[in-house]
């Protein structure tokens, strides 16, 4: 009823649109003459403000109504947004609010939701496990609120935002996903998103920085510290750090590896072809050692999900490749970069890492639900720069996630990684639709490769991984359910087919 409501107010717009289109040029002058005088004198008496006011009115209100009424391009926009949001913070003042569009946009598609469920009232989309453990885990965030040992309740309140309210995205993912021609549009946008920040990568290692760019890295001493190793500037792309950036590039390969052996146009094929080793480049321009391990732990999980003589033989070649690559001596920076993440033990940044949790150890065991959400990093740090975890650096998320919020907290959150795992390798295999099915390997994989970064660095608490790692999630049970339908339309015409009969 709601969707009904909101086409009606589409369709009467563009009636007016078409109305207008057919007076003559003196009447639309006429017509027009009052709004021109308005504004310009708005503009006169206020100025800048005024330009922004309008600017929001002709174009803020009518994407509100798009996202509000119209779900799909909510989505869109919020997986868009995710990507540009720390890029395009460097064209603009440090103290600009950013953060506000991300959540404008979340809170719209929750109220979008709740207005549609107001007509609906269908919550079977979110009866299954993925769903109870996420309001769990909700519900043990906001429990955290009142934690004593938490140093900063406004911590908890700009933490919060992107660790929990994101996940809220979960249900409006499964909810507002309904045909398999937009998933099709989200893969596109996704993969072509990556294409642009693949770009951006290349550009700034071949070409060197914008401007722009140049300012945003040389404006923060520290940031210059973490991306300046070993005599080469680890590249971040349009993503706020280089972490980011090559997680979401194994993701990408990850992504064209399941999508290539479908049935689909050549050239679609071929762009995937030529996207892989860019984002490979991107990867390593990156400089982050913990992502070099992402796509081989990939191939090991697709090796074990589709056992066949023909990949099994593909997973021994590439492997044999990558062990040389491992072992051939180099002068190349990047490579000797890339063989280091595969010896940890040689590596110091690994070994302070490990001494730190080593230190931490003695906290989390005796803070069973931890010292508090946002008590550890940028916001510890800005509202209790003096407490005890507040310069701790946790590197890894389940490290985050123990330190936060206790060993209670660490069991939770690695229940619903694995749930969210066990659900999408069940619902590989109950899948019958080929590209359904692929859809949910491809699935499986990108939250297999952010479960694995997330250890030895934080991978769910930046955009976009934490809104495409919950897409990823939502698509598990969207496939399911989207190949139960057809396969009960299949049935029903069998059935009629029968009957005539």
Excluded at 210 to 219: I, L
Excluded at 375 to 399: E, I, Q, T
Excluded at 445 to 452: A, D, T
Excluded at 486 to 500: G, H, S, V, Y
Aim: with cysteine; aromatic share 16%.
């Amino acid at each position: 009823m709601f969707n009904n409501q909101a086409q009606g107010g589409i369709k009467g717009i563009f009636k007016w649109v078409t109305s207008f289109s057919d007076l003559s040029p003196l009447k639309k002058a006429l017509l027009l003459l009052p709004f021109a005088l308005i504004i310009s004198f708005a503009i006169a008496k206020f100025g800048v403000i005024a330009a922004g006011g309008l600017l929001v009115l002709i174009v803020g209100v009518p994407l509100l109504y798009f996202i509000v009424g119209y779900p799909k391009v909510g989505i869109a926009a919020l997986i868009i947004a995710s990507f540009f949001l720390n890029y395009a913070s460097e064209f603009l003042p440090e103290e600009t609010p950013l953060g506000i569009v991300m959540d404008a946009l979340t809170y719209l598609l929750i109220f979008g939701f709740l207005v549609k469920q107001k007509y609906e009232r269908n919550w079977d989309y979110f009866k299954d496990p993925i769903s109870y453990l996420i309001l769990a885990w909700l519900f043990y965030n906001f429990i955290e609120a009142i934690n004593p040992a938490s140093p900063s309740i406004l911590a908890w309140v700009y933490t919060v935002r992107t660790v929990a309210f994101i996940m809220l995205m979960y249900f409006i993912f499964v909810y507002s996903i309904r045909d398999i021609k937009y998933i099709r549009f989200i893969f596109k946008l996704w993969l072509f998103l990556c294409l642009l920040a693949a770009i951006s990568g290349i550009q700034q290692e071949l070409i060197g920085l914008f401007p722009f760019e140049k300012t945003w890295y040389y404006a923060d001493p520290s940031r210059m510290k973490f991306f300046f190793v070993a005599g080469h500037l680890r590249k971040v792309s349009i993503f706020p750090d280089p972490v980011t950036f090559s997680y979401n590039m194994v993701v990408a390969v990850v992504l064209c590896l399941c999508f290539i052996p479908l049935k689909i146009a050549l050239w679609k094929k071929i762009a995937m072809v030529v996207l892989i080793p860019m984002c490979i480049l991107g990867m390593l321009y990156s400089g982050t050692r913990g992502a070099y391990v992402l796509l081989p732990a990939a191939m090991a999980m697709v090796a074990v999900l589709n056992f066949n003589k023909k990949l099994m033989l593909f997973v021994i070649i590439a492997g044999s490749m990558l062990a040389v690559v491992i072992v051939m001596p180099t002068s190349n920076p990047l490579i000797k970069r890339f063989q280091s993440a595969f010896k940890p033990s040689d590596d110091a940044s690994f070994n302070v890492r490990a001494e730190n949790q080593k230190r931490i150890k003695p906290y989390i065991l005796s803070h069973p639900i931890g010292g508090g959400l946002g008590s550890v990093g940028v916001w510890g740090r800005k509202f209790a720069p003096n407490s005890f975890l507040a310069n701790f650096p946790p590197d890894s998320g389940y490290v985050r996630v123990a330190v936060e919020m206790g060993y209670v907290g660490l069991l939770l959150f690695s229940v619903l990684m694995f749930i969210i795992l066990l659900r999408g390798i069940n619902n590989y295999y109950l899948i019958k639709n080929p590209e359904l099915k692929r859809y949910c390997l491809a699935m499986i994989l990108v939250i297999f490769v952010y479960n694995i970064g997330n250890y030895p660095q934080q991978a769910l608490v930046q955009y976009p991984s934490n809104i495409l790692f919950y897409l990823a999630a939502a698509l598990l049970n969207v496939t399911l359910r989207l190949d139960q339908q057809e396969q009960r339309e299949i049935e029903q015409k069998k059935l009629d087919a029968l009957a005539i009969q």
